[in-house]
């Protein structure tokens, strides 16, 4: 039998983790370009921005990928440039219009692999990519991919978690990792109706009034998603590692910095909590109540023999910066 992992190891782990490492970097662009406060028009901080549009929202957002990345898999870093754009889309409660793409790489014959794995992912998912800027001449591969979407008046998003919520994680575990990488691929192979049709649960939660705040699980792994939920938020909350979503054989560690294709953490009323597991256990996607929030602006992760150990302070310092009260304090 093997021993579980000590929490305070876990925590610190976690705090370490590259993905998490990446996010920090938010924290001073964010400063610079002032754009920290939770009162703007459009805050930043969420998967998306959302801008008001008629009576719903325009959702525009963009990833860039990791040069290293892109040279190693370049095929699926083409078709993650479409699958994680759309993921925030539905993450703020919203459906995706279109895509574009910005592509950098030394030849055509590299570049191939990259489109090829854009054009099978727009394909399955069913959006379009409408145009974009190409570089074959470059004298390194790079790619960014950004997207439209809309939402109608009632959004998921980052500010919205409240004290008292439960927070419910939802992950395909229909998938494998991309070796040795950190990605959990649910979506290469998987029919296009059912990857279609799971997209639609993030916007029908929202629609029906089942939750306000949600996030997509990203590079940063569950627990580091939640923290920048909370941040954004103003609260904290406890999170019970055994209640996670989980392959039976994967280790906990390595899960909890694990990129999954379809992951997402929504904070719901515990009213509320049965019916969102409910949505998601109907088209086979495994969720479960992971933890509760609370207004102590401190997170923590509980282990099975109830012990905790806090893995952000937030009244301590930032993580990514988004979510303040002002342009200069946090709440």
């Given amino acids: 039998m093997t021993a579980a992992p000590d929490i305070q190891v876990l925590a610190r782990q976690i705090r370490d983790a590259r993905g ?3 996010k920090r970097d938010i924290d001073a662009v964010v400063a610079r370009l002032g754009l920290g406060s939770r009162h703007a028009a459009v805050p930043v901080g969420d998967d998306c921005a959302a801008i008001p549009d008629g009576d719903g929202h325009l959702l525009l957002a963009i990833e860039g990928f990791l040069d290293g990345f892109v040279a190693e898999d370049p095929y699926f870093a083409g078709y993650c440039g479409i699958m994680v754009n759309l993921s925030d889309v539905a993450a703020m409660g919203g459906r995706p219009l279109a895509v574009v793409d910005a592509l950098w790489s030394q030849d055509s014959a590299a570049a191939d692999p990259i489109l090829a794995g854009l054009s099978d992912a727009a394909a399955l998912y069913g959006v379009p990519v409408v145009g974009g800027h190409t570089n074959t001449r470059a004298s390194a591969g790079n790619l960014a991919v950004a997207v439209l979407g809309r939402a109608g008046p009632r959004l998921l998003t980052s500010f919205d978690a409240a004290p008292g919520d439960d927070l419910v994680a939802a992950i395909d575990l229909r998938g494998r ?3 040795p990488h950190p990605y959990w691929d649910a ?6 109706e059912r990857l279609r ?3 639609t649960l993030l916007p029908g939660l ?3 009034g089942l939750a306000r705040a949600a996030k ?3 590079m940063a792994g569950l627990v580091g998603t939640a923290l920048m939920l909370l941040e954004c938020s103003g609260v904290g909350g406890v999170i019970d590692l055994d209640a996670i979503p989980r392959p039976n054989d994967v280790p906990l560690a390595r ?3 694990a990129f999954p294709s379809f992951g997402y953490l929504v904070s719901v009323r515990p009213d509320q909590t049965q019916a969102v597991v409910a949505r998601f256990a109907e088209r086979g996607i495994a969720a479960a109540r992971i933890g509760r929030l609370d207004a102590s602006r401190v997170a ?3 282990d099975s023999s109830r012990d905790e150990a806090v893995v952000w302070d937030f009244a301590a310092g930032p993580l990514i910066g988004c979510g303040q009260d002002d342009a200069g304090a946090v709440p």
């Fill in 255 to 257: 899960w909890l910095t």
């Fill in 177 to 179: 990792f991309r070796e």
């Fill in 197 to 199: 049709g799971d997209l």
């Fill in 216 to 218: 997509d699980i990203s």
């Fill in 187 to 192: 979506s290469t192979g998987a029919p296009g």
């Fill in 206 to 208: 929202a629609e029906d």
């Fill in 300 to 302: 923590r992760v509980r």
């Fill in 20 to 22: 998490v490492g990446h």
